[in-house]
């Protein structure tokens, strides 16, 4: 329980691998080192993290040589091609992207949900896609009490799930904007400031988006329910940090909204903000930089007989990424 | 069919009654005379539209005696009072409030969806809520075809739909943000800018919002449909004024996203904007001052087997107000 591990860190400079950097220390998770590493275009690079400077490494087969467990979030192509370089070195990656998640010889892993499934891994561990880890917030407490059998969600997902890139569009929208001058589209196909865009990630031949189908796929497997159903619509929205889902959810059982309320309040990732009197549900400007994803407008659904609707609300770059990632890291070293 | 009417419209000074004055010159409407009626605060006030100057008068039970037809985009308070002196008066009274939606003797019209309906008025027609008649472009036409039994909604609201201080408050807080100064919030509970809020109109005792609701009882009531069942999610988002939302609907009969496309597609009140591989989907910055509503991101519904999954967004001050109760004009128009 006292081993302290050399970590690393692949896409260091973008948004997510920022915040691991961060919850790494504010976490005090038990480091030896830490090796930052990004491609060769940001090798060379200082990165400062208050009293401490680190350079970032060329990201490299060899790299990982040296260390124990490397978190990566540098996107699908780089993790391709060095996950297996890593995990053959003997160093345990713990992979942000989409490349392993779905293969059966990987355990998929939200650590409050399936931690017993990390017992097998082969030293690669996928990390889910963010909707999917802040969704099952909600949907896991919910299942335990009531048993999920389907649901249907509508997103509304802040620009930080596309990078830093996207975070300074939004922002140099807002300014043209504000300035009367035309704002200039790079990130995304289309104007992100006053508008919002039903689609996430690439379309598929079943006229689906990867990201639509990542929280079906995703679900079933971190469930181990693979009948579960779900139809999701992702959609991006001008906001900075913070993801938000629209739930509709099937359950084999009666439900109540008192007990469901309870489940989410017990649960370890989840924060009940539901007091609609008082005006009070969760918010994407309040689940900033939040460790719990917000859970409420929890009502019985009027459209399926044993249902509920809610509303979740979670920072797409900690629960979505960079912390679920570290918590995957912590896991690891509890089990040592 | 030559006849001229003496058109009122009250709330002439709001976001809607802008529009409504825009749309009868636009789509002339045969006007005799134009009356803009308000509250007496904005009674003497100068409202110039192209080369014409209008008085604003006080909306009172007397200023109907001398109109045919009478366009109420006030709010409920003054719907409520007024709307029954217009009527007792003979004039016939087009409201826009909730006020009368749901009233038995009142019927409640789409006119691409319900016109027959209008026959048995008694001097007022209510003209539905903003996300019911934006839906109703995509539901309609697939009801037709497929036979709706049931739908679960998540919509994406433009703050145009609480009005002009919403829309000078979302630039505000743009403006501050990019000033670097604190936001201001008056119109809405929270900050609108970078944030969405689970919240459109007022709680009811089961947890859904007063919108949420309309959604189905106004359904059930346009398509005749008792049965149909529903569960929404209203949201308010940082958009400047037109409405989108996301549909999964189950029908009686077995669908085809084909056929689905061109029911769409030769429905007036649609445009099919449905070309995924090409990144063509209805997005609401493409929808502002749009008669016809966009329905897109038509798919196979993966949670329902005769189920369809879409989008639609459109104009809420037009089709979602201003533009449906000109419609209802044009129909009363049509009829004499």
Redesign the interface.
Known sequence: MNKKYKVGIVGATGAVGQEVIKLLFQRNFPMESLTLLASSRSAGKEIKFEDKTFIVEEAKPESFEKLDIAIFSAGGTPSKELVPECAKRGCIAIDNSSAFRMDPNVPLIVPEVNPHAIKNHKNIIANPNCTTAISLMALYPLHKKFGLK???A?T?QAVSGTGVAAMEELKSQ??A??DGTEPQVNVY???IA??????VDV?LD???TKEEMKM?NETRKILELPDI???T?C?R????RAH?V?I?AEFERPVS?EEARKAISEFSGAELVDE??D?K?????HFQCKEKCGV?????????EN?L?F?VAGDQLWKGAALNAVQIAELIASQK
């Open positions: 389907r649901f249907f509508a509304y807002m300014k904007i504000v196909p289309y104007q006053y508008n919002v865009l039903p689609h379309f079943n006229d689906y079906l159903l779900n139809s619509t959609v929205v001008p906001v900075m938000s629209a509709n909204v609609p009197a005006k549900y969760p918010m994407p400007l409420g407008r929890i009502r019985k659904d009027l459209a399926f249902g609707s509303w």
